[in-house]
Every structure is written in C-alpha cells, then in structure tokens.
C-alpha cells in the first residue's frame, strides 16, 4: 500500500541559492540535525545515476540500519530532483523535489513524498512526513540565520 503527500514551504533566497543549498550533502545532513543522522553521505553535488548508500540513525543515537537512494533525475533547469529510495522496512520510497521562483528572492520548494512500507506504510507514514516537515524547518532557520540583520 503506497501513501503520498506533498509539503511546500516558501523559502526568503532566490530559486537558485535553495536549488544549490538542496544539492549540498552537508546541507542535508545541516537540515537533518535532530532527526536523523547520515554516515556515508557525499562530500560533492549530487548527480543523476548516482547511488548513494548510507548508515542511519533516528534522534543522533538510535541506529536504523542501512538506506540506499538512487538520483533518478537532477534537472538543473527545473530545478527537480527525484530519487527511489529504499531501506530497512521501507521497500519502495519516492521522493520528488521541486524549487519554484516566486520572485528575485523568494522560492517555493515542494517535496512529493511517496512511500511503500507494505503493511507498515500507515504506521511509518506520519513519521516520513513528520521529518521533512522538520527539514523545512531547520532549512529556513540555517536561511535565516545567513540573512544580515
């Protein structure tokens, strides 16, 4: 059983300073804080056909095991990522990402979460979301805090 659902939040930096923030690993493991914590991630960009396979673990401490992410598409000019993801319970997770320019300063980045945990999927669901919902958070505090007063 698939469960999908779609968060957007408008970003105060130009589509092109979140569609680069967004590629930057550290970036990720920066808006994660909290959350999950990566070991494994890469150091550079990431690209179409890369695999990243990473260790992870929930609130810094508790280990869930090994997660693969598979960049399906990096569209610079739409500013679309997409990945297939899989790992410990969850046998199928798709994760499409948009940034949207609203403006020379202003963007929209929207995640299309799309996840297969079979009989799992409606417990693990609200955690899923749960999480990039807290991403966005920590994404525009890191925004934020870069801005001049």
């Known amino acids: 059983m698939r ?3 779609t968060i957007s939040k408008v970003y105060p930096v130009s589509a092109q300073a979140l569609w680069e923030d967004i590629l930057d690993p550290n970036a990720l493991a920066d ?4 959350s999950l914590t990566y070991s494994g991630l890469p150091r550079e960009p990431v690209f179409e056909g890369q695999r990243i396979v990473v260790s992870i673990k929930r609130w810094g401490w508790f280990p ?3 997660w693969t992410m598979d960049v399906v598409r990096r569209d610079d000019d739409r500013r679309i990522l997409e990945s297939r993801e899989f790992g410990s319970l969850v046998r199928d997770y ?3 990402l948009e940034v949207e320019p609203l403006g020379d300063s202003e963007a929209r980045y929207s995640d299309h979460l799309d996840l297969d945990a079979g009989l799992l999927t409606d417990l693990m669901f609200p955690t899923f979301v749960s999480i990039y919902e ?3 958070e ?3 505090k890191r925004f934020f805090a870069r801005k001049p007063d």
């Open 138 to 140: 920590q994404r525009l």
């Open 31 to 34: 808006s994660m804080k909290g």
């Open 94 to 96: 798709r994760h499409r």
């Open 3 to 5: 469960r999908k659902h």
């Open 64 to 66: 869930m095991g090994r």
């Open 134 to 136: 807290r991403r966005h």
